[in-house]
């Protein structure tokens, strides 16, 4: 792919640097990264703070809780061990034995009641959200079920990924925790921690140093602060709301959670390298590794949910304010299209950017968004920390760089 003029190059940083211009009411600063088949940047930059208040730069060293960015890199580590014959996809008596709590979960009901699940639990639907979790931020009936207690998704601790489904396995998609237990299967698995399997599976034959679900010390001091938007439009800044990977080692427990589903913080430009791979058919184009095979990676690119062609368009309520804005859609398609779901990613249809209609992507809940387009070689991610999700300025700011990179192609 040839390379971005210095016309377009000079755009996308302007459109960045003005998103971030305004560190009261705007974005108080963002990495964004776009990549190439070949590996290469095609753009990457760095605007606005560390935080708002802060005279910090972001730089593009900085390091951002990615949250559901992680999901995909859990579903390539599934994936590895389906192409060795370890996990199977459609094996619910496999995922059972060796998660036994996915065997007894039960289904909540809409008058707060608990039934059996009807079918087993299969890691195809983890992977496609199938299954019938959900997330407490998301599904209002699952966030009262669980008070006054209620559940954490990001506290850490196992404990709050068990929760009841709120579907019967195979008859809906709900977005929850299921990442979460795929991860688990690979734990129990291959008997290490995810955290070790993603560093000797992925990251490292990727040449990736900066990606972690307990960063080291260099990267908490990238480490990008955490912010909320109130209600006026005004930013503050806040705590990180996946703190337990922060804190010193002797913090931790044998109970742990390594999260599948939000649990990585990363440098953007080497998250993108993933992304890469996943362009180049599961070979690194930047240290020749290969870490899936190109059936694989094809077959994680194909649409698992037919039978639910508008699965994205039920909407997200704000089920906890702090957490998410009301979505009325994932990602609208123009013309009412039918919508998709890969393993581990949506798959958008042909979107108003100028993006190919198999193109995957996914975010994160502090509002990050990566898109990674096969058909047309080039992936990107575009990456701040900000509370509540669906940040209307980082959506802006999405839409704006993805059609000028489209533009220039």
């Known amino acids: 792919m040839r390379k971005f003029s210095a016309e377009t190059l000079s755009h996308l940083s302007q459109v960045t640097d003005a998103a971030c211009a305004d560190q009261a009411a705007g974005i108080p600063g963002a990495v964004i990264v776009v990549v190439g088949k070949d590996g290469k940047e095609l753009f990457g930059h ?21 949250a559901s960015c992680t999901k995909v890199i859990v579903g390539v580590a599934a994936m590895q061990l389906v192409e060795k014959g370890i996990l199977k996809l459609d094996d619910s008596a496999q995922v059972e034995t060796l998660c036994p709590e996915l065997k007894d979960v039960q289904v909540l009901q809409a008058d707060g009641t608990l039934v059996p699940k009807k079918r087993g639990i299969t890691l195809r639907m983890l992977l496609s959200h199938t299954a019938g979790f959900g997330y407490t931020f998301f599904n209002e009936r699952l966030r009262d079920f669980g008070r006054p207690t209620g559940w954490d998704e990001f506290s850490g601790l196992e404990f709050d990924i068990k929760q009841p489904l709120v579907h019967q396995p195979g008859e809906n998609w709900e977005y929850g925790v299921s990442i979460d237990w795929a991860g688990k299967l690979v734990e129990k698995s291959t008997g290490v921690t995810l955290e070790v399997y993603c560093q000797e599976n992925i990251y490292a034959p990727l040449g990736l140093k900066n990606i972690s679900m307990k960063p080291h010390a260099e990267m908490l001091r ?59 058919d599961g070979t690194s184009p930047t240290t020749g590794a290969q870490i899936l095979a190109p059936s694989t990676v094809e077959s994680m690119f194909e649409n698992q949910i037919p039978q639910f062609p508008n699965f994205a368009r039920q909407g997200i309520p704000a089920a906890k304010p702090d957490l998410t804005n009301p979505v009325p859609e994932l990602y609208p398609v123009p013309g009412n299209g039918p919508q998709g779901w890969g393993l581990t990613f949506m798959l958008s249809g042909a979107g108003a950017t100028g993006r190919s209609a198999s193109t995957a992507f996914w975010a994160g809940l502090a509002n990050l968004w990566w898109w990674c387009d096969r058909e047309k070689g080039v992936a990107g991610i575009v990456a701040t920390q900000i509370l509540p999700f669906g940040d209307a300025k980082v959506l802006g700011l999405w839409g704006a760089i993805e059609s000028a990179v489209y533009q220039a192609l």
Not at 46 to 66: C, H, N, Q, Y
Not at 257 to 269: I, K, M, V
Request: hydrophobic residues 35%.
């Open 222 to 280: 990238n480490l990008a602060y955490m912010h909320s938007r109130v209600g006026n439009g005004r930013l503050s800044k806040r705590d990180h709301l996946l703190r337990r990977p922060l804190l010193p080692d002797e913090t931790h427990s044998l109970s742990f959670l390594y999260s599948g589903g939000a649990g990585c913080f990363a440098r953007p430009q080497e998250y993108a390298q993933i992304l890469a791979t996943l362009l180049n």
């Open 46 to 66: 760095a605007a606005g703070k560390r935080g708002t208040g802060s005279d910090e730069p972001m730089t593009l060293d900085s390091v951002f809780w990615i």
